[in-house]
C-alpha cells in the first residue's frame, strides 16, 4: 500500500472526526435537532412512501445499524416519526416521516447545507467535489462497501 493510500484513508478520517461534530452542534444550537436526527429524517423523506423498515434505514442512514432503533424511538417521542406495523411481516416495523418531522427537516435543511458549503465544499473546486464524491461512491458500491 503506498503513503499515498495511507495518507487518503487518513485524511478521510480525520474530515469526517472534525466536521460531524461541528455540524452537530450547529444543528442542535439552531434547530435542536441532533445530527443523527436530521439523516434518519432526511433519508425517511426520500423514501418512497416517506417510510423504510428497521433494516432499511439501519442500511441506509449514517447512524449505526444497531443504534437505529433508539433514534427511532426518540424521533417517536419527540412527534417526528411514527411506526407502522408490517403487514407483510408482524415483527417488524416501518419508520415513517411526520408532517411535523417534514417541517422539521425542511427548517433545518438550510442550516445544515450551509454547514456543508462553509466546512467542505467551499474548500475545493467544482471538479474536486465531483471527484470526492465519485470516488466515495465507488467505495460504497464496492463488494462488502
Known amino acids: ?8 484513508w487518513a485524511a478521510l ?10 455540524m452537530d452542534k ?6 435542536g435537532l441532533p445530527l443523527t436526527w436530521y439523516d434518519v429524517l432526511l433519508e425517511l423523506n426520500s423514501a418512497p412512501g416517506r417510510r423504510l423498515s428497521m433494516g432499511e434505514l439501519g442500511a441506509v442512514a449514517v447512524v449505526s445499524r444497531t443504534r437505529v432503533s433508539r433514534v427511532v424511538d426518540q424521533l417517536v417521542e419527540a412527534g417526528l416519526v411514527s411506526r407502522e406495523s408490517n403487514p407483510d411481516d408482524k415483527r417488524s416495523a416501518f419508520a415513517v416521516i411526520t408532517d411535523a418531522g417534514r417541517r422539521r427537516l425542511r ?8 454547514a456543508i458549503s462553509r466546512y467542505f465544499t467551499s474548500r475545493m473546486t467544482a471538479g474536486e467535489a465531483r471527484a470526492v464524491a465519485s470516488a466515495l461512491e465507488k467505495v460504497l458500491g464496492s463488494p462488502g462497501g
Not at 500500500?1 to 487518503?8: H, I
Open 107 to 114: 427548517g433545518a435543511a438550510p442550516v445544515y447545507l450551509d
Open 26 to 31: 450547529e444543528l442542535q444550537a439552531a434547530c
Open 13 to 22: 478520517l480525520r474530515v469526517h472526526a472534525a466536521l460531524v461534530p461541528r
Open 1 to 8: 500500500m503506498s503513503d499515498t493510500e495511507v495518507a487518503a
